[in-house]
C-alpha cells in the first residue's frame, strides 16, 4: 500500500521569500512523485516529478523538488514566491510496478502575501 | 493538440436522478483515470481504464457507480440514483500507454450538485 502525507494544510509567505511544501510518502518499492497544482475551480496541473536518478529536480514556474529517500520526503521549494503562485498544491505517488493510479495528500493552500 | 476535455463542467441533478460525465482523453492517450474530490479534499481515485477494459476499480464504490471507455468514444462515469454525498468534483486523467512513469494529464473538471 501506498499513502502520502502533507503535514501542512496551508503554508503562508512574503513575496519574494523562499516557499516550502512538504510532502512525505510511505510505499512499500520504489517511488514515483510528483506535485501538482491546483487553482480555483480548475483541474490540476503538472508541475514536476521524479523518477530516478538526480534527487532535486526542476520543474515548470521556477518550482523545485528534492527526493530524499532517507527521510521519505520530497519537499516543493521556490527560491523566491510570486502572488500568484498561491494556490492548492497535491503531492501524489505512483508505483513503478503494479498499480498506476496516482495516490494524493491531502493538498496544501500556500498564500503568498504581496 | 487538445487537452483533456470533460463535459458538462457543471452538473446539477435531484436525488435519485442518473448522473454521466463524459471524458475525451487527449490525443494518443489510451489510459483513462476518474478521481473524485470533496471539498477542500485532495483527490480519490476511482477507477482506471484502457480501451473496452476496466484496469483497476478498487476505489469505485460497489453500488451506483460504473464506468466504461468503449472503443470509440470518450470515457463516461455513471452514477446511478445520485445521492446528496455525491456531490463533489470528478476529475479525469489520461496518459499514454506503455509508459509507468509517465505523468497524467487532467481535465477541469465536472462538478456535480445533488439537490
Known amino acids: 500500500a501506498q499513502s502520502v502525507a502533507q503535514p501542512e494544510d496551508q503554508v503562508n509567505v512574503a513575496e519574494g521569500n523562499p516557499l516550502t511544501v512538504k510532502c512525505t510518502y510511505s510505499v512499500s518499492g520504489n517511488p514515483y512523485l510528483f506535485w501538482y497544482v491546483q487553482y480555483p475551480n480548475r483541474g490540476l496541473q503538472f508541475l514536476l516529478k521524479?523518477?530516478?536518478?538526480?534527487?532535486l529536480v526542476k520543474g515548470s514556474y521556477g518550482f523545485e523538488a528534492e527526493f530524499n529517500k532517507s527521510q521519505t520526503s520530497f519537499h516543493l521549494k521556490k527560491p523566491s514566491a510570486l502572488v500568484s503562485d498561491s494556490a492548492l498544491y497535491f503531492c501524489?505517488?505512483?508505483?513503478?510496478?503494479?498499480?498506476?493510479?496516482?495516490?494524493f495528500g491531502s493538498g496544501t493552500r500556500l498564500q503568498v502575501q504581496p | 493538440n487538445a487537452g483533456v476535455m470533460q463535459n458538462p463542467r457543471h452538473l446539477v441533478r435531484r436525488r435519485g436522478q442518473e448522473a454521466r460525465l463524459r471524458c475525451s482523453p487527449m490525443?494518443?492517450?489510451?489510459?483513462v483515470y476518474w478521481y473524485r474530490q470533496l471539498p477542500e479534499e485532495g483527490l480519490k481515485f476511482m477507477v482506471y481504464l484502457q480501451k473496452e477494459n476496466i484496469i483497476d476499480e478498487s476505489g469505485m464504490p460497489k453500488e451506483r457507480f460504473s464506468a466504461e471507455f468503449p472503443k470509440e468514444g470518450p470515457s463516461i462515469l455513471r452514477i446511478q440514483q445520485v445521492v446528496r454525498g455525491d456531490s463533489a468534483a470528478y476529475f479525469c486523467?489520461?496518459?499514454?500507454?506503455?509508459?509507468?512513469?509517465?505523468?497524467?494529464?487532467f481535465g477541469q473538471g465536472t462538478r456535480l450538485t445533488v439537490v
Open positions: 501524489a505517488s505512483s508505483m513503478d510496478t503494479g498499480r498506476r493510479a496516482l495516490t
Open positions: 490525443k494518443g492517450h489510451s489510459h
Open positions: 486523467a489520461s496518459s499514454p500507454p506503455d509508459r509507468q512513469n509517465t505523468e497524467a494529464f
Open positions: 521524479y523518477i530516478t536518478g538526480d534527487n
